[in-house]
């Protein structure tokens, strides 16, 4: 690190700065000498070394800057376009490196290699997003998540941009830009910034029944994560398959996370963008800081045009998914991701995803939606990278050679060679040709019905799969949706839109229409639209839920200590040694950073403050203070919120005498979540799991 300059001398003095005088900035001989003579030299961007980086050319002391300092004209020029035109959608995200492990080939199936050789480590760039924020939003609000993977495979990239949902909004490509602009900030006030409860999103949705599934699901507490770390990843669309005769076969893309499921409770979600607005990239930047990289099994159903045929629903529709019980998922790999970025703009932002990067053995399926997507992300990308040569970024490029007659265009990084860009030529005999083992796409005949702008009846079914996945979920995860509703309705100024809404809840459950209209103190039930078709019971398929999805750990999870002076240090101890054991990171929080002073003359560096670092933060909190600790942090506001949150949380709280004494400060009632710390084993077992018993003691749920 340079050290650090001395300040300019006092402005107005008349005198005339003497380069080579000690303590003037700009002295570029004595910045060299203190930072040891070892850095390289400062440079403009055409290499010209700098010898002044503090002060711009001035025609004399007090006099203007000259528009000949192409040194600050170069610098401020950069600086002015540093930003690009966010994503549109998924603006805000977290990326990281890793790599994907067969561990099952799927060479029955398809001749793609990324699928074929087991064993073989592919690397892959996975970015995850939140879809309706802007770049700068927070990484909590309720949402569905993206989940887009990057396989740099020998045989060319390919990408999975899924989304940690099964199914989309809506059927056909041409309502995207309509259901975007529903879902983001509305257009006369420029809020919100994330997040749906808004008129725009639920008018949109009111008259889009498609949509009804989709939204289910983002009123459920997946669209709250934990953390990116314990999210599923789909595909959604239906892709093909192709073996090496040309038969093909369907499938769908699932990615599960080895730490299992979690969700926040809305309240905590709430009160964590405000806490920490960064809290899902912190969270796996310090996982992969800490060597704790997360892992995604994935897994493909696949299965035949005559299975499609018997279900219930069209394989085509991406409002549809296919349940698990139907046809069972078969796990062929894992992905582990152990890189961050060298740089968040060049490698995060610059990465450009598109579904149409396939290897040969993979194809698409006529999903409409899927179809159309496959214009619209090289599209965005002109706009966004500036140009067409946007795959020549390093997080872009393949890693297998690239050779074609596609020349130049803004930004063209490489220098093509030879006297021929185009083909057929016979001047040069080394040039690109195509091979029998390029991509084919697979050989289906057409149907050749009419031309027309048509949506197949075997898409009209918009409530069946609604109403199979509420009735799946069990009672704290209906009660979670329930409330999620009423929430994000009470918000709207409109109530006709509200009634609409609660109007399609009728055909999906009425049990689940009449506890939401409750919430909103409806008087009567708004009338039920009519279905375009016939509204089945499906049976229920438990894969559909959460909380069984949880795992019974604490890895990957992070508990809270708070402390104060005259704490015991053997009580933090063996609560710090069984939650490392469990797998868990440990923060101390207390009063003020710094030493904190323990009884029998020990202390503890803390590195957290109570202020800054409420309970939404942690998993788990241990509370372990002196009587005399918890008489004062019992006029802390934040540490009675702190263990008040906790609770409310529906998290274990591990706490000694003086902890206890801070719970009653707060109101707390003990119960089963609320263990003593001499009692380790017990505190991690309850910091495992959630205490839903407690919920109905905390709120009123519709
Ligand atoms: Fe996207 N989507 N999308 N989308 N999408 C984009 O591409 C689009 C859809 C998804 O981390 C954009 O490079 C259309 C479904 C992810 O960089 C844009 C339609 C699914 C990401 C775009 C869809 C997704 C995007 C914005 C309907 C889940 C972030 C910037 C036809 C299967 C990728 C960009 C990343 C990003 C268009 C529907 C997932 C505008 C037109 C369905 C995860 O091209």
């Known amino acids: 690190m340079a050290a650090r300059r001395r300040d300019q001398p006092a402005v107005g003095k008349r005198r005339v700065p003497v380069k080579d005088e000690p303590g003037i900035r700009g002295n570029a001989g004595e910045l060299h000498q203190q930072a040891g003579g070892k850095h390289p030299a400062l440079t403009t961007n055409q290499g010209l070394q700098i010898s002044d980086d503090q002060n711009s050319l001035h025609a004399g002391e007090h006099g203007p800057t000259l528009l000949e300092d192409f040194v600050l004209r170069e610098k401020i020029m950069h600086f002015d376009h540093e930003r690009i035109p966010e994503r549109i959608v998924h603006a805000r995200g977290t990326g990281v490196h890793g790599y994907f492990e067969l561990t099952g080939s799927l060479s029955k199936a398809t001749t793609a290699k990324i699928f074929t050789e087991v064993g073989v480590k592919t690397p892959v760039f996975c970015r995850f997003s939140t879809v309706a924020g802007g770049a700068g939003s927070v990484d909590t609000p309720r949402d569905v998540r993206g989940f887009a993977v990057k396989f740099y495979t020998g045989e060319g990239n390919f990408d999975i941009v899924g989304n940690n949902i099964p199914v989309f909004f809506i059927q056909d490509a041409i309502k995207f830009p309509d259901f975007v602009h529903a879902v983001k900030m509305e257009p006369d006030r420029g809020f919100p910034q994330a997040g749906s409860a808004h008129d725009t999103f639920w008018d949109f949705v009111s008259h889009t029944p498609e949509s009804m599934h989709a939204v289910m699901w983002a009123m459920s507490d997946r669209a709250i994560p934990r ?15 192709i073996d090496h005769l040309g038969h093909s076969t369907f499938v769908k893309f699932h990615w599960r996370p080895k730490l299992g499921l ?75 991701l152990d890189r961050w970025p060298d740089n968040f703009f060049a490698e995060t932002e610059q990465v450009a995803f598109c579904p149409a990067n396939l290897v040969p053995g993979i194809d698409f399926s006529n999903d409409p939606l899927l179809q159309g997507r496959l214009f619209s992300y090289t599209d965005t990308q002109l706009s966004r990278l500036g140009g067409v040569n946007f795959h020549q970024i390093p997080i872009n490029a393949p890693k297998c050679p690239v050779n074609n007659n596609q020349r130049d265009g803004h930004m063209q990084m490489s220098v093509p060679r030879g006297r021929t860009n185009y083909e057929p030529q016979s001047l040069e005999p080394d040039r690109p040709l195509e091979t029998p083992n390029g991509f084919t796409s697979a050989a289906l005949s057409i149907d050749h019905g009419l031309k027309s702008r048509i949506r197949p009846g075997s898409f009209a079914d918009h409530y069946s799969q609604p109403r199979q996945f509420f009735r799946s979920q069990n009672s704290v995860e209906q009660s979670h949706i329930a409330a999620a509703y009423v929430f994000e309705l009470s918000k709207l100024e409109t109530p006709h839109v509200r009634d609409a809404v609660v109007g399609h809840l009728r055909n999906i459950d009425p049990r689940l229409a009449k506890r939401v209209a409750d919430g909103l103190s409806m008087g009567k039930l708004p009338p039920a639209p009519k279905a375009a078709a016939r509204i089945l019971d499906l049976p229920g398929s438990p894969a559909l839920g959460l909380i069984g999805k949880m795992k019974d750990t604490l890895k990957g999870r992070s508990v809270g200590i708070l402390i104060a002076e005259g704490s015991d240090a053997a009580a933090i101890d063996s609560i710090r040694r069984a939650a490392h054991g469990a797998g868990a990171t440990v923060k101390l929080v207390a009063p003020k950073i710094g030493e904190v002073g323990l009884e029998g003359g020990k202390y503890e560096i803390v590195e957290h403050q109570l202020a800054g670092t409420p309970s939404v933060v942690f998993d788990a909190v241990a509370v372990i203070v002196s009587g005399e600790g918890a008489k004062r942090l019992a006029k802390e506001g934040a540490a009675i919120d702190f263990v008040r949150d906790a609770f409310g949380h529906l998290k274990a709280i591990g706490a000694d005498e003086g902890g206890k004494m801070l719970l009653k400060a707060a109101g707390l009632k003990l119960d089963a979540g609320i263990v003593d710390a001499a009692d380790p084993t017990s505190f991690i077992e309850a910091a495992k799991t959630r205490q839903w018993a407690r919920e109905p003691k905390v709120r009123s749920l519709p």
């Open 262 to 336: 979690q969700s926040t409770v809305w309240d905590e979600t709430v009160k964590l963008a405000g806490a920490d607005p960064d809290f899902h990239r912190r969270d796996m930047f310090e996982a992969i800081q800490a060597g704790e990289y997360p892992e995604w099994e994935f897994s493909v159903q696949l299965f035949t045009q005559k299975q499609a045929d018997s279900f219930p629903f069209d394989h085509l529709d991406p409002t549809k998914l296919i349940p698990e019980e139907l046809v069972p998922l078969t796990t062929i790999g894992r992905m582990v």
């Open 227 to 241: 953390s990116l770390r314990m999210i599923e990843g789909f595909g959604v669309h239906t892709f093909r398959l």
